[in-house]
């Protein structure tokens, strides 16, 4: 009687600390700071998924921050982004090209033909043929 | 139809032409008083309560790197200085003077227009940054301003705006190209009669008067300079419409004055990309 009255205390005690282990390993995963990369991609708020790094802070169109950069995101959190008036956010990673396609982004050719169009009066000059590379190039890498 | 000097006129005569607060007259005395303090000029600022309580939005955005810590104006001169809460003040007093005038033109955006003045003020500072150049914030105010006198036009003078962007659509050229042909007078110069009035600094009225360097033959300014960059850079990267859909030329002029042979075009792109981002604050005021 004693013996198993014992047992019990143990099992319920043991379970009870794996339990508030699993909670504080939770609350970590949730709160940890990780390191960011200069690698980011730009995700709309629907593609969210669980996991994905903040590689930069998110602001609220007042301006205020409202997750700091580094914060690991569930996709719950990316709902109320979305209630808050959130569109995209920069996560770590590489942006891969089904991704991006799904997040509505315009074929490189398309982005060149409309740079074209815009410069098509001053591309000879060699000034202007600088500005293009440069902007060519940053709207390939922040393509959504 | 009116010719170029009867326009200039026009403008000059209208009474309705907003004006700039008391205040940022009452500012500039204050400041020039190297014993003012910061409760001064906070005391100054809240005499006008609906231009405090912007100043407080802007200076709690991120744009100014203290997302929502400051509470009172007199914390804002502590925390980020006397001339960046004056710049401030003048930022939120263009935007109570300009910002409620709707287009009357169906083909110009006025939301897209505020949002190209924005993103330029930004790139403006951001330039600034890149090369040194110590008037950052007066910068953000040039590059904000820079196209006034396209939102006096289209408010004061209707039809000859109207005319201007018909012919604009129809030969897809840029807008001060279609004004000269129309009107043989462009929004630089009628953007002087406004910063004139104003009262602004010499460097400010520079840039909103020559903006599209079209006249090589003048001194050059580093305030002007930066705001004909960032007006290009912002076109080519899409942010906002100031009227047209193209691209003027970069003067070799400014490209060689600014230095920019020798700074990394892609760093500041990416700068002036999250600068914008954090700007778009001021899209709240408009």
């Keep these: ?86 569109q995209f956010v920069y996560v770590d990673g590489e942006e891969d090209s089904a991704q991006a396609g799904a997040a509505g982004a315009v074929s490189p050719e398309e982005i060149r033909t409309q740079l074209e169009e815009k410069f098509s009066r001053v591309i000879g000059n060699e000034i ?17 | ?90 930022t939120a007093s263009i935007f109570d003077a300009f910002s409620k005038r709707i287009s009357l033109s169906q083909n110009f955006d006025m939301q897209k227009f505020w949002l190209h003045s924005i993103a330029c003020g930004a790139a403006s500072q951001c330039i600034a940054k890149h090369i040194g150049f110590s008037a950052k914030e007066e910068c953000f105010i040039a590059g904000l301003i820079h196209d006034v006198g396209k939102i006096l036009m289209c408010n004061y003078l209707p039809e000859e705006f109207e005319a201007v962007v018909q012919n604009r659509i129809l030969k897809n050229c840029l807008f001060y190209e279609s004004e000269k042909e129309v009107l043989h007078i462009t929004h630089q110069e009628l953007g002087g009669v ?13 840039a909103v008067k020559n903006h599209h360097y079209q006249a090589p033959e003048k001194d050059f300014s580093t305030m002007t300079g930066i705001v004909h960059a960032s007006d290009i850079l912002v076109r080519a990267l899409d942010i906002g419409n100031g009227g047209d ?26 700068d002036i990309g999250s600068e914008v981002d954090k700007a778009t604050v001021f899209m709240q005021l408009v």
């Excluded at chain 1, 019990?8 to 339990?19: A, D, E, N, R, V």
């Excluded at chain 2, 406004?194 to 520079?206: D, F, S, T, V």
Aim: glycine letters at 6%.
């Design chain 1, 1 to 86: 009687m004693t013996a198993a009255y014992v047992f019990g205390c143990f099992t319920l005690q043991y379970s009870y600390i794996l339990y508030k282990l699993k909670c504080i390993n939770n609350r970590i995963s949730e709160i940890r700071l990780w390191p960011g990369n200069d690698i980011m991609k730009r995700v709309l708020i629907e593609n969210i998924v669980d996991k994905m790094v903040l590689a930069k802070e998110v602001c609220g169109t007042s301006g205020s921050i409202l997750l700091a950069k580094g914060t690991m995101l569930t996709a719950s959190m990316g709902h109320r982004l979305k209630n808050w008036g959130v």
């Design chain 2, 1 to 90: 139809m009116k010719d170029a000097a009867a326009i200039k006129k026009t403008l000059e005569n209208v009474s309705t032409i907003p004006t700039l607060p008391v205040v940022i007259e009452k500012i500039t005395r204050l400041l020039q008083n190297p014993q003012t303090s910061a409760e001064e000029i906070g005391k100054a600022i809240t005499t006008d309560q609906a231009l405090a309580s912007k100043v407080l939005k802007l200076v709690n955005s991120a744009f100014y790197g203290f997302p929502g810590k400051i509470s009172t104006i007199t914390h804002a001169v502590v925390i980020l200085g006397f001339s960046t809460v004056k710049n401030v003040v003048l």
């Design chain 2, 245 to 270: 859909n193209r691209i003027p030329q970069m003067s070799e002029e400014v490209w060689i004055n600014l230095g920019f042979e020798n700074i990394q075009l892609q760093t500041l792109l990416e």
């Design chain 2, 194 to 206: 406004i910063a004139e009035r104003w009262n602004l600094p010499a460097a400010l009225q520079g």
């Design chain 1, 128 to 144: 202007m043929k600088k500005i293009f590379a440069a902007v060519y190039k940053f709207k390939i890498q922040h393509n959504t």
